[in-house]
């Protein structure tokens, strides 16, 4: 059939959405030309499972005109009036959910009619529906649309006095969604840059955000008490997480910042100023990884408690999974990650529950130590994506020297480092973390068997300096039994 992509859209409507859809195709108003009705009652026999046997030209042609003879072209036209008349109907199902640019396309039309009432109302009515929203990526790109109607407004009634103010207002948003927009994107590149292998040759937001004083501009707004004095404090804070991880003020700043303004966002923007909390102390938990780790655990709840861990709705993403299950094991938190798993896996995307389920029991069994059974589970993985690899493969080595099977481990650790090399898709940092922790871990096997103090040693301060590596504390801690026995 050729309208498979049809069908295909068709099957996510729910019941509601195909009476709505019923009564759409029979509006004259709606309807251009070809009247697709007829042709849609039938496809609605079909719904919810579009049977492809039923689904043939032939056969919805025989129905829909039963004396005359099989034409494709005209079946050709029927289906793509009717995908155009789906396309129109999920544009306004859109529409319903935006009410802020409904309220924009009125405007508009107000204005090309010259209905000044009119359009002062609705601009009322405009300001009045973005005072109940809260802050997120397109709040001030709304409220700056929202000025920008004002001075339409202004210039149509010849009163230039209020034009200043709003002028000076446009602008002040768009400062404020630029910065929003330049921490969500750095945030974004770096997760990109070190879990993706993707490289940004040329990188000008970067660039711009180390070049910027936005200290000064923060000192500033504060000064004069301007509305937003705390989200350009927030943006800057987030940006020198990014820029001076080292300084870790910035990170208490924005943790204290998003605490006392956190009922001001939407869900959504509570969600992405969570994922830059929770990346940083990620990347920075080998300085300090029981503070920061705990820190993760904490949020983790937190966000778990609030629901904004889940998107789409209900469903929690891999990423989240796995970062929620190891935050809670680094700090020895078993029971709570057993529940989690058992209450959780469930909410993530149903063709890869039962793989990451695996996964999770997996590292759950190394934590408790019961390592033939991560070996059980780490087997019944299947691979999502390189990520799920490198899991299957720490875990695999790290299980291996636990049971003390050091010719299996040897030949997987050789099988491995071949791996990292040979695969494109590979980053080159993680490339260099998992290579160091297979090169290390191949350096103990050596002094396990030799035992040699002096190497224990050198090898603990080595790797002791090196923040370049998968499973540091487990690495030390390896050796820290050598140096005991």
Not at 66 to 74: D, G, W
Not at 205 to 228: C, G, M, W
Not at 261 to 285: D, L
Request: glycine share 2%.
């Amino acid at each position: 059939m050729k309208g498979a992509k049809l069908i295909n859209i068709l099957k996510t409507f729910s019941t509601d959405e195909m009476k709505m859809l019923e009564k759409f195709v029979a509006s004259p108003f709606h309807s251009k030309g070809l009247n697709c009705t007829a042709y849609f009652k039938q496809l609605q026999k079909l719904y919810p499972d579009f049977n492809k046997d039923k689904l043939t030209d032939e056969i919805l042609y025989k129905k829909l005109f039963p004396r005359r003879k099989f034409n494709k072209q005209v079946m050709w036209n029927l289906t793509s009036a009717m995908g155009k008349m789906i396309n129109e109907f999920l544009e306004q199902a859109a529409l319903r959910k935006h009410e802020f640019i409904k309220k924009g396309l009125i405007l508009s039309e107000f204005e090309n009619r010259k209905l000044l009432i009119n359009y002062s109302q609705t601009l009322a009515e405009t300001e009045k529906l973005l005072e109940t929203r809260g802050i997120d990526y397109e709040y001030f790109d709304a409220k700056g649309h929202l000025e920008n109607y004002k001075q339409i407004y202004y210039h149509s009634i010849d009163k230039i006095q209020p034009m200043g103010s709003s002028k000076l207002k446009a602008s002040e948003y768009q400062i404020l969604l630029f910065l929003r927009m330049t921490v969500g994107g750095l945030n974004d590149m770096k997760v990109l840059s070190e879990n993706h292998n993707y490289r940004f040759d040329v990188n000008i937001p970067l660039e711009f955000a180390k070049n910027l004083d936005l200290e000064k501009i923060v000192d500033y707004a504060k000064s004069k008490n301007f509305e937003y004095a705390f989200l350009i404090e927030i943006y800057y804070h987030s940006i020198m997480m990014l820029l001076k991880p080292e300084q870790t003020r910035h990170l208490d700043k924005v943790r204290e910042l998003y605490a006392l303004h956190y009922n001001k966002f939407t869900m959504s923007e509570k969600r992405s100023m969570m994922h830059w909390i929770v990346n940083y102390c990620t990347s920075y938990s080998d300085y300090d990884e029981i503070k920061y780790q705990r820190i993760i655990f904490e949020l983790n709840e937190f966000r778990l408690k609030e629901g904004f861990a889940f998107y789409p709705e209900n469903q929690l993403p891999k990423a989240i999974y796995i970062q929620i299950l190891n935050s809670a094991l680094a700090v020895n938190e078993t029971e709570w990650t057993e529940n989690f798993i058992k209450n959780y896996t469930s909410k993530l995307q149903h063709d890869i529950q039962d793989s990451i389920g695996c996964l999770a029991y997996a590292f759950l069994y190394f934590h408790k130590k019961e390592f033939r059974k991560v070996l059980k589970y780490v087997n019944k993985v299947e691979f999502i994506d390189i990520q799920d690899k490198f899991f299957v493969r720490t875990l695999t080595a790290r299980s291996y020297y636990e049971l003390n099977e050091m010719e299996s481990l040897m030949h997987y650790i050789d099988a491995s480092r071949h791996f990292l090399v040979s695969n494109p898709s590979v980053s080159e940092m993680n490339r260099i973390y998992i290579q160091n922790f297979f090169n290390y871990l191949k350096k103990i096997i050596y002094i396990k068997e030799n035992k040699s103090p002096d190497a224990i040693f050198k090898l603990k301060k080595e790797i002791e300096k090196n923040n370049d590596v998968w499973y540091k504390s487990w690495l030390i801690k390896k050796l820290t039994e050598l140096e005991s026995k």
